[in-house]
């Protein structure tokens, strides 16, 4: 067109104008196109811009498509989670909710608008809770009244997934926990019936056995009733005992005990019931005391102290050793016995467990004295541990946490602050 | 928080900081309702080893205000907060001296429970006690969930709740009055009952505190020593009291 006129380089630099504008153009379309895709129709361009455009809304559709199968996908999600018979929690790496289902709410009292991002352990405040998290050990559930006097109660089985993220299950386990009361109440009821028909039964036995008119046949007979009635006594002691240590989850505060005092009291009334038969051995090898309940450590240790005589053949040592360190303070009751073979340690503490039957019921235990060991030691924050060596001995250790080690120093003064009712 | 999220310039380090600061007075928040709770079920059941547990367990409440209050001080001098986050932290350190307050009047209900349990129990069974002690608890639980969720709107309706345990209180008292006068040998375990409810009055109204500290937080206002309808009135206007 340029050459018609003369002047070739004005009609070229024209059409090039023309066909930038017209690019220009397009692409302005496809820019408006893009930014409102969801409104408006594809611009109809032919050429690359046509190819260009209809690639785009290909793409376009099937991201479209994907996210509506998510959503639907999620929507469905919800819908189930709602219909789960136990709530459902997911926190993040600072144990924020990121989601709940419906039954979490209502068991939490979450809701559902405000909640999400706020540290699960802030709405709920359960001390026991915080701790649980915190800690971040997941083996075990937790089981907790939300509150006290209520009877409601909660189970939490956390279960970590990625780095550090946390789906909480959370459970009405009231119904359990009803259970376990009215099966401890039974035991408590049952023990506390049966003792005094047993005292009466008991009580003629031993005059009957004293009773020179009986005829000589029925002699040892009595003396063996006399001898069983004794045991059900001890068993009917015992169950009560622990009915007692069960009732309260609480940690026992007590008052400090002088263990020296303590341990050569066991060891005398040792040498008492069983005679010669062993050396027993007191090694004092701290001057600190125990935080605790004097009663309850008596009785966790008389029954060790005990049980280490019953099974230790004549002529043998039974040590008793009480040490602290940083870890706490420990004691320990070394019997030079027959030992436990391995398969029986883990199973040693539970009630009425024997280690041989037929031989442990001569000795006259009541099959519970471990058990009222680990419930007093759990008292107080404690535990029990038990290694032994067939042929060569057993060591049953109390363990108790370094708060519960009383300094020599260490002396309450009495409190008289409201004394007069007069408070601070 | 909404509210720090907005501010780019603040770091994430001080977010986190303020979140677990926050979190913080919530947990020691919740040791005081346990405290109480168990205060008042010592007094109920007639258990002197919870009441003397509750007594013991206190210097765990004042433990934890000492390490908030260094936390927020902390905090004050390293990161010079200003707006939201400065009303958050005075909000904090004022929160956590009613909270210990709390914490000092349930160790004194433990303490009077447990020598209570030692006595003879009066024929209602504290069941006064009971009732006022089970509503000044969901006051506290309350007025820490409207921390917990910064709710301005929860706060306000917790703190005109107060008003229930003041009449409950005053009615405790005059039904204590007659007791007095019917049976004079009655006379100290009465007094003693009336220190209980005494002090949980005056937990009900630290949960009010709070309630205004989280108004504070939210609005900016101080709503302290007004009376809770101008409150109302001048948030809803959105003009300062």
């Known amino acids: 067109m340029g050459w018609t006129i003369g002047h070739p380089w004005w009609g070229l630099t024209g059409a090039l104008a023309i066909v930038l504008t017209q690019q220009w153009v397009k692409l302005h379309q496809l820019d408006h196109w893009l930014r409102n895709r969801n409104r408006r129709a594809p611009p109809d361009a032919g050429g690359l811009w046509g190819d260009v455009v209809s690639q785009v809304s290909r793409l376009h559709r099937r991201k479209q498509f994907h996210k509506q199968r998510l959503l639907s996908l999620f929507r469905e999600l919800r819908r189930s989670s709602a219909t789960m018979p136990d709530g459902v929690v997911v926190l993040n790496t600072q144990h924020e909710i990121l989601w709940f289902n419906r039954k979490a709410g209502e068991l939490l009292g979450l809701r559902r608008k405000t909640d999400h991002g706020i540290a699960l352990a802030s709405l709920l405040r359960l001390p026991q809770f915080g701790r649980y998290l915190e800690k971040g050990d ?160 008596h009785s966790a240790f008389w029954n060790l102290a005990e049980n280490a005589a019953k099974y230790t053949p004549a002529g043998g040592t039974i040590t008793l050793r009480w040490w602290t360190d940083e870890d706490g303070g420990h004691l320990s009751v070394i019997d030079t016995g027959p030992g436990i073979s391995a398969e029986h340690l883990p199973r040693l503490t539970e009630r009425f467990y024997r280690v041989d039957p037929g031989r442990a019921r001569d000795t006259g235990g009541s099959g519970l004295g471990l058990a009222i060991v680990r419930h007093v030691l759990q008292r107080h924050g404690g535990e029990l541990a038990i290694t032994s060596e067939e042929g060569r001995g057993s060591i049953f250790t109390c363990h108790f946490p370094p708060s519960r080690v009383a300094r020599q120093s260490f002396a309450l003064n009495g409190d008289s602050r409201y004394a007069d009712g007069v408070g601070a | 928080m909404d509210t720090a999220d907005l501010s780019p310039h603040i770091s994430r380090r001080f977010n986190e900081d303020l979140d677990r600061v926050r979190n913080q007075v919530l947990a020691m928040g919740g040791f005081v309702e346990q405290q109480l709770a168990k205060s008042v079920t010592a007094l109920v059941e007639g258990d002197s080893s919870l009441g003397e547990a509750v007594a013991h367990d206190d210097f765990h409440v004042n433990n934890m205000e000492v390490s908030i209050d260094e936390e927020c001080s902390r905090i004050l001098a390293t990161r010079a907060p200003a707006a939201s986050d400065l009303r958050l932290i005075v909000a904090i350190i004022k929160a956590i001296t009613d909270l210990e307050r709390m914490g000092d009047e349930c160790e004194k209900i433990g303490y009077i429970a447990s020598r209570l349990a ?4 009066p024929v209602d069974k504290y069941r006064e006690v009971k009732h006022l002690g089970r509503v000044v608890q969901d006051l506290v639980h309350d007025a820490l969930d409207a921390f917990a969720r910064m709710d301005a709107e929860a706060a306000l309706r917790v703190a005109r709740r107060d008003r229930l345990v003041d009449e409950e209180y005053e009615a405790i008292q005059r039904q204590s009055i007659t007791f007095m006068m019917e049976d004079p040998r009655s006379i100290r375990r009465v007094l003693d009952v009336m220190w209980v409810v005494r002090a949980l009055e005056r937990i009900g109204d630290h949960a009010k505190n709070i309630c205004e500290y989280v108004i504070y937080m939210v609005h900016g206002k101080d709503i302290r020593h007004i009376r809770i309808e101008d409150v109302e009135r001048a948030l809803k206007d959105g003009n300062g009291p």
Do not use: C
């Open chain 2, 118 to 121: 030692a006595q003879e129990r």
């Open chain 1, 138 to 297: 997941f083996s075990s559930a937790l089981r907790i009244q939300p509150r006290i006097g209520d009877a409601v109660w909660i189970e939490f089985q956390g279960m970590p997934y990625g780095e550090g993220q946390l789906v909480l299950l959370v459970r009405d386990v009231t119904r359990q926990a009803q259970l376990e009361t009215m099966r401890k109440d039974f035991v408590a009821n049952a023990s506390h019936e049966l003792r005094s028909p047993l005292t009466v039964i008991a009580g003629y036995l031993e005059t009957l056995s004293l009773d020179d008119g009986v005829p000589a046949d029925l002699r040892l007979p009595i003396i063996e009733m006399r001898r069983q009635s004794e045991r059900m006594t001890a068993i009917i002691a015992d169950l009560l005992e622990l009915s007692r240590l069960e009732a309260s989850d609480e940690q026992v505060i007590g008052s400090p005990i002088d263990i020296t005092a303590l341990l050569t009291l066991i060891a005398k009334d040792l040498a008492a019931n069983n005679g010669t038969r062993h050396g027993v051995e007191v090694r004092i090898e701290s001057g600190d005391g125990l935080m605790a309940d004097a009663g309850l450590v």
